[in-house]
Protein backbone atom coordinates (compact mmCIF):
# COMPACT_ATOMS: atom_id res chain seq x y z
CA UNK A 1 0.00 0.00 0.00
CA UNK A 2 1.38 2.92 -1.17
CA UNK A 3 0.59 6.06 -0.06
CA UNK A 4 3.41 9.14 -0.26
CA UNK A 5 4.63 9.56 -4.22
CA UNK A 6 7.67 11.63 -4.21
CA UNK A 7 8.48 14.21 -7.54
CA UNK A 8 10.63 14.30 -9.37
CA UNK A 9 11.93 10.59 -9.06
CA UNK A 10 15.29 11.90 -9.77
CA UNK A 11 17.02 15.31 -9.20
CA UNK A 12 20.92 16.69 -10.63
CA UNK A 13 21.93 20.09 -9.77
CA UNK A 14 24.96 22.03 -9.36
CA UNK A 15 26.26 22.23 -5.90
CA UNK A 16 25.14 25.37 -3.97
CA UNK A 17 22.11 25.79 -5.61
CA UNK A 18 18.58 24.42 -3.59
CA UNK A 19 17.16 21.34 -3.84
CA UNK A 20 13.48 21.00 -3.77
CA UNK A 21 11.67 17.70 -3.68
CA UNK A 22 7.51 16.72 -3.14
CA UNK A 23 5.52 14.29 -1.64
CA UNK A 24 2.30 13.65 -2.46
CA UNK A 25 0.03 11.53 -0.15
CA UNK A 26 -3.53 9.99 -0.30
CA UNK A 27 -5.55 9.54 3.34
CA UNK A 28 -5.44 12.00 6.22
CA UNK A 29 -2.36 11.75 8.36
CA UNK A 30 -1.09 13.03 11.99
CA UNK A 31 2.18 13.49 10.87
CA UNK A 32 5.15 13.07 8.23
CA UNK A 33 8.49 12.30 7.87
CA UNK A 34 11.37 12.61 5.46
CA UNK A 35 14.26 10.23 5.31
CA UNK A 36 17.82 9.87 3.92
CA UNK A 37 19.20 6.88 2.31
CA UNK A 38 23.28 7.16 1.31
CA UNK A 39 23.65 4.02 -1.41
CA UNK A 40 24.05 0.84 -0.12
CA UNK A 41 23.14 2.46 3.67
CA UNK A 42 19.80 1.73 5.88
CA UNK A 43 17.53 5.16 6.04
CA UNK A 44 18.16 8.41 8.44
CA UNK A 45 15.70 10.69 10.20
CA UNK A 46 15.83 14.17 8.42
CA UNK A 47 12.53 15.38 9.65
CA UNK A 48 8.86 14.76 11.66
CA UNK A 49 6.40 17.41 10.85
CA UNK A 50 2.85 16.98 12.26
CA UNK A 51 -0.82 17.59 11.06
CA UNK A 52 -0.88 20.71 12.80
CA UNK A 53 2.65 22.27 11.42
CA UNK A 54 2.86 23.61 8.01
CA UNK A 55 6.69 24.53 8.52
CA UNK A 56 9.56 23.14 9.70
CA UNK A 57 13.64 23.96 9.57
CA UNK A 58 16.55 22.01 10.68
CA UNK A 59 20.15 23.53 9.93
CA UNK A 60 20.02 23.77 5.57
CA UNK A 61 16.59 22.10 5.47
CA UNK A 62 13.28 23.42 5.34
CA UNK A 63 9.70 20.96 5.20
CA UNK A 64 6.39 22.55 4.41
CA UNK A 65 3.34 20.75 4.81
CA UNK A 66 -0.15 21.40 3.42
CA UNK A 67 -2.76 19.16 4.32
CA UNK A 68 -5.55 20.29 2.19
CA UNK A 69 -3.08 19.56 -0.83
CA UNK A 70 -2.02 16.37 0.85
CA UNK A 71 1.63 17.54 0.16
CA UNK A 72 5.06 17.77 1.51
CA UNK A 73 7.77 19.35 0.36
CA UNK A 74 11.33 19.43 1.60
CA UNK A 75 13.94 22.15 0.42
CA UNK A 76 17.76 22.00 1.10
CA UNK A 77 19.41 25.18 1.04
CA UNK A 78 22.67 25.54 -0.41
CA UNK A 79 23.57 21.73 -1.34
CA UNK A 80 27.11 20.01 -0.97
CA UNK A 81 28.23 16.97 -2.51
CA UNK A 82 27.46 15.20 0.78
CA UNK A 83 23.73 15.57 0.24
CA UNK A 84 23.73 13.00 -2.96
CA UNK A 85 20.91 10.53 -1.68
CA UNK A 86 17.85 9.28 -1.86
CA UNK A 87 14.95 11.14 0.23
CA UNK A 88 12.10 9.56 1.07
CA UNK A 89 8.96 10.85 2.48
CA UNK A 90 6.65 8.30 4.99
CA UNK A 91 2.73 8.92 6.47
CA UNK A 92 1.48 7.46 9.24
CA UNK A 93 -1.10 4.64 8.04
CA UNK A 94 -3.50 3.09 10.25
CA UNK A 95 -2.98 -0.80 8.93
CA UNK A 96 -5.08 -3.69 10.37
CA UNK A 97 -5.81 -1.71 13.45
CA UNK A 98 -1.94 -0.71 14.03
CA UNK A 99 -1.00 2.60 12.54
CA UNK A 100 2.74 2.47 10.74
CA UNK A 101 4.72 4.29 8.20
CA UNK A 102 3.97 3.66 4.49
CA UNK A 103 7.29 5.48 2.70
CA UNK A 104 7.12 6.54 -0.95
CA UNK A 105 9.32 5.43 -3.91
CA UNK A 106 11.80 8.06 -3.45
CA UNK A 107 13.52 11.28 -4.79
CA UNK A 108 17.41 10.35 -5.84
CA UNK A 109 19.45 13.63 -5.92
CA UNK A 110 22.68 13.89 -7.42
CA UNK A 111 24.92 17.27 -6.27
CA UNK A 112 26.96 18.07 -9.21
CA UNK A 113 30.80 19.34 -7.68
CA UNK B 1 26.71 3.71 21.23
CA UNK B 2 23.36 2.64 20.21
CA UNK B 3 22.03 1.42 17.24
CA UNK B 4 21.13 -1.18 14.85
CA UNK B 5 23.29 -3.99 13.67
CA UNK B 6 22.22 -6.15 11.00
CA UNK B 7 24.02 -9.00 10.05
CA UNK B 8 25.61 -10.30 7.57
CA UNK B 9 26.01 -7.14 5.02
CA UNK B 10 25.82 -9.79 2.12
CA UNK B 11 24.28 -13.08 1.87
CA UNK B 12 23.79 -15.57 -0.53
CA UNK B 13 21.31 -18.36 -1.21
CA UNK B 14 20.67 -21.32 -2.99
CA UNK B 15 17.95 -23.06 -4.26
CA UNK B 16 15.58 -24.51 -1.68
CA UNK B 17 17.39 -22.75 1.35
CA UNK B 18 15.98 -21.05 4.18
CA UNK B 19 18.38 -18.25 5.07
CA UNK B 20 18.32 -16.00 8.40
CA UNK B 21 18.91 -12.27 8.57
CA UNK B 22 19.91 -11.37 12.06
CA UNK B 23 19.01 -7.61 13.48
CA UNK B 24 20.03 -6.70 17.26
CA UNK B 25 18.98 -2.85 18.61
CA UNK B 26 20.20 -2.05 21.71
CA UNK B 27 18.27 1.21 22.30
CA UNK B 28 16.08 -0.21 24.33
CA UNK B 29 13.12 -0.27 21.86
CA UNK B 30 9.52 -1.55 21.84
CA UNK B 31 8.82 -1.96 18.22
CA UNK B 32 10.74 -3.52 15.31
CA UNK B 33 10.01 -3.60 11.77
CA UNK B 34 11.37 -5.49 8.78
CA UNK B 35 11.41 -3.95 5.37
CA UNK B 36 11.80 -5.26 1.95
CA UNK B 37 13.86 -2.67 -0.64
CA UNK B 38 13.85 -3.40 -4.85
CA UNK B 39 16.26 -1.44 -6.72
CA UNK B 40 14.85 2.39 -7.32
CA UNK B 41 12.05 1.14 -5.35
CA UNK B 42 10.84 2.51 -1.85
CA UNK B 43 10.19 0.00 1.40
CA UNK B 44 7.85 -2.33 1.94
CA UNK B 45 6.41 -3.65 5.11
CA UNK B 46 7.12 -7.38 6.15
CA UNK B 47 6.69 -7.84 9.30
CA UNK B 48 6.85 -5.68 12.45
CA UNK B 49 6.45 -6.67 16.51
CA UNK B 50 5.19 -4.40 18.84
CA UNK B 51 6.04 -6.73 22.00
CA UNK B 52 8.00 -9.83 22.98
CA UNK B 53 6.35 -13.00 21.46
CA UNK B 54 4.08 -11.13 19.39
CA UNK B 55 4.80 -10.12 15.85
CA UNK B 56 2.40 -9.39 12.89
CA UNK B 57 2.35 -9.35 9.32
CA UNK B 58 3.23 -6.36 6.78
CA UNK B 59 1.93 -5.79 3.16
CA UNK B 60 4.57 -8.77 2.06
CA UNK B 61 4.81 -11.74 4.50
CA UNK B 62 4.59 -14.37 2.48
CA UNK B 63 7.61 -16.64 2.16
CA UNK B 64 8.88 -15.01 5.07
CA UNK B 65 9.04 -15.49 9.44
CA UNK B 66 10.65 -13.90 12.28
CA UNK B 67 10.09 -14.51 15.81
CA UNK B 68 11.11 -12.23 18.39
CA UNK B 69 11.82 -14.27 21.69
CA UNK B 70 14.14 -11.08 22.98
CA UNK B 71 13.41 -7.33 23.05
CA UNK B 72 16.58 -6.82 21.36
CA UNK B 73 16.74 -9.53 18.43
CA UNK B 74 14.29 -9.96 15.79
CA UNK B 75 15.36 -11.88 12.96
CA UNK B 76 14.36 -12.66 9.81
CA UNK B 77 13.96 -15.98 8.23
CA UNK B 78 13.53 -16.06 4.27
CA UNK B 79 12.36 -19.27 3.45
CA UNK B 80 12.45 -21.54 0.22
CA UNK B 81 8.58 -20.08 -0.52
CA UNK B 82 9.89 -16.66 -1.70
CA UNK B 83 10.56 -17.25 -5.32
CA UNK B 84 12.05 -13.78 -6.05
CA UNK B 85 14.12 -12.97 -2.33
CA UNK B 86 16.84 -11.31 -4.30
CA UNK B 87 16.73 -7.60 -2.67
CA UNK B 88 17.80 -5.07 -0.04
CA UNK B 89 16.94 -6.35 3.82
CA UNK B 90 15.96 -3.35 6.05
CA UNK B 91 15.80 -3.61 9.81
CA UNK B 92 14.23 -0.56 11.93
CA UNK B 93 13.46 -0.39 15.44
CA UNK B 94 10.91 3.01 17.46
CA UNK B 95 10.32 3.87 20.61
CA UNK B 96 6.97 3.34 21.73
CA UNK B 97 4.26 1.84 18.91
CA UNK B 98 2.57 4.68 17.66
CA UNK B 99 4.00 6.33 14.10
CA UNK B 100 4.45 9.82 15.39
CA UNK B 101 8.45 8.70 16.35
CA UNK B 102 11.64 8.82 13.93
CA UNK B 103 12.58 4.65 12.54
CA UNK B 104 16.14 4.32 13.30
CA UNK B 105 17.37 1.72 10.58
CA UNK B 106 20.65 -0.51 10.20
CA UNK B 107 22.60 -0.67 7.59
CA UNK B 108 20.82 -3.55 5.52
CA UNK B 109 21.58 -6.69 4.24
CA UNK B 110 21.63 -7.80 0.62
CA UNK B 111 20.52 -10.83 -0.14
CA UNK B 112 21.41 -12.68 -3.90
CA UNK B 113 20.47 -15.95 -5.66
CA UNK B 114 23.24 -18.11 -6.15
Known amino acids: SQQGEEDPQALSIQEGENATMNCSYKTSINNLQWYRQNSGRGLVHLIL?????REKHSGRLRVTLDTSKKSSSLLITASRAADTASYFC?????????????FGQGTRLTINP | DGGITQSPKYLFRKEGQNVTLSCEQNLNHDAMYWYRQDPGQGLRLIYY???????QKGDIAEGYSVSREKKESFPLTVTSAQKNPTAFYLC?????????????FGDGTRLSIL
Open chain 1, 90 to 102: ATDNIIQGAQKLV
Open chain 2, 49 to 55: SQIVNDF
Open chain 1, 49 to 53: IRSNE
Open chain 2, 92 to 104: ASQQGVIANQPQH
